[in-house]
């Protein structure tokens, strides 16, 4: 069973610390367009194709700018003000459904990225989802730059918005960036109580394993870092599977 508790809200921080909000939007996703927002979050989703991400990023983040001034958390006084505060989270979820769909192991993605990162020629599926996703992610940015944010991607858990998405072929899309544990699961919620969903023919944690994973999470994160405005990725990783000290001391 996966277990994930709901929670609602966002980060808070002191009026003196630079972060207040972190609004979310989700852009590898496969569903028709909508918005759904819950607390101080933003998910947003749009039809995503190889040939449509970079038009999925930058209408992603050009609507999140745009909401970013117009939340009214900063009168509550536990938010910076938007005009202070120039930050928004700009992140992805259903990688593992987007790659099933292109018939792309996470390994090749992990090496088509590293190649995409230094610079050579990638020209096979993983190759041109990769310059797809790095392509989108410089122009994102650069409607970011546009509105003055200082920081505007992140990666962190969208349990709760994945399982209300749905990729193209109608299988729930997968939580951020990682491959998940099984293909079916049961969602263990406080709210919702237990919920089995589906994702598909994808890839799983156990298929693709701990090293292809990091390659692709590092490989992502360095696309994002590039941009100087992200946030950060919460990790998501599975600690029944991995042993993480010798992982880490292994990768680092």
Known sequence: MESNQETSGSTKSSTTEKGSVSMETYALKYTCP????????????????STTLQKAFVSGMSELCDLHGRTGVGESGEYL?????KQVGLGVLGLANFLRQYNISYE???EALRRVNQGFSAND????????LNNAIFE????????NMVRAFAIAPTASCSYRSKDLD???CTPEIAPPIARTVDRDSGEFGVERVEYGDVEIASEVGWDAYKRVAD?????????GLLHGYSF???????????ALSKSG
């Open 34 to 49: 909508h918005v759904g927002l819950a607390c101080y979050s933003m998910s947003i989703s749009v039809p995503v194709q």
């Open 81 to 85: 003000a938007p005009e202070i505060d």
């Open 170 to 172: 109608g299988y729930t």
């Open 108 to 110: 090749d993605f992990g």
């Open 236 to 246: 998501n990783s599975w600690s029944d599977v991995v042993t993480y000290d010798e």
């Open 125 to 132: 599926a993983a190759g041109i989802a990769a310059w797809a």
């Open 140 to 147: 994102a940015s650069q409607i970011a730059r546009q509105h």
């Open 219 to 227: 490989e992502i994160i360095t696309m994002l870092d590039r941009t």
